[in-house]
């Protein structure tokens, strides 16, 4: 079955810097790959997603990369700001409706003000 | 925006005791799911239930759990005899384009 790896498992960055999340899968048939934010003691929530007929996405000052052949895919936040504090998921699966969503391990972001 | 709904928020229960987690989906979703959380680790898979049968369960997923679609809008979680392992935040799904979680039942056995 589908396994994805994730680091670091924290990371620490200085209000305004950039954030960069990396996670790999091993199912190869996985074409769709999301990413979730979740607060503590909340919902995990869908940030960002891309699927596998693009190498990246972008949405204001998130940003998602593919890369197909390396089975990695990453998460780039920019101009970090404190409310980004969170753990990040990222997550994969086949883009089949009912199929199950496989999720990395997690990574603790850090926003210093 | 709709959401995925759960209850209860929070639930004590003693060892060995029989637990009922609620979920409404949200209405036009087909597909809906089970999840585990365990205080501070990862979002795990528990069950895929889709046409009023289970599509896919995990190895965590053993004869204790079942699920069920008793009408039109309710999808359970049962947990027939809980042990100390079991708890953790329980959150419920389902898929539309993207998986929508509901906000979690919290789930403490002492």
């Known amino acids: 079955g589908e396994n994805v790896e994730q680091h670091p498992s924290t990371l620490s960055v200085q209000e305004g810097d950039s954030a960069v999340i990396k996670c790999t899968y091993s199912d190869s048939a996985s074409n769709y790959f999301p990413w979730y934010k979740q607060e503590l003691g909340k919902r995990p929530q869908l940030i960002i997603d891309i699927r596998s007929n693009v190498g990246e996405k972008k949405d204001q000052r998130i940003a998602v990369t593919l890369n197909k052949t390396a089975k990695h895919f990453s998460l780039h936040i920019t101009e970090t700001q404190p409310e980004d504090s969170a753990v990040y998921f990222c997550a994969a699966s086949h883009e089949t409706s009912y199929d199950k969503v496989i999720f990395g391990p997690g990574t603790s972001l850090s926003v210093i003000p | 925006e709709p959401e995925v709904t759960q209850t209860p928020s929070h639930q004590v229960t003693q060892m060995g005791q029989e637990v009922i987690l609620r979920c409404v989906p949200i209405?036009?979703?087909?597909?809906f799911y089970w999840y585990r959380q365990i205080l501070g680790q990862k979002v795990e898979f528990l069950v895929s239930?889709?046409?009023?049968?289970?599509?896919?369960k995990s190895e965590i997923f053993d004869d204790q759990f079942s699920v069920e679609r008793p009408d039109g809008s309710n999808f359970t979680l049962k947990i027939r005899s809980t042990k100390l392992e079991d708890s953790a935040m329980y959150f419920c799904a389902s898929r539309g384009l993207a998986l929508a979680f509901g906000e979690g039942s919290w789930l403490t056995v002492v």
């Open positions: 239930f889709y046409n009023n049968e289970i599509s896919e």
């Open positions: 209405s036009n979703h087909l597909y």
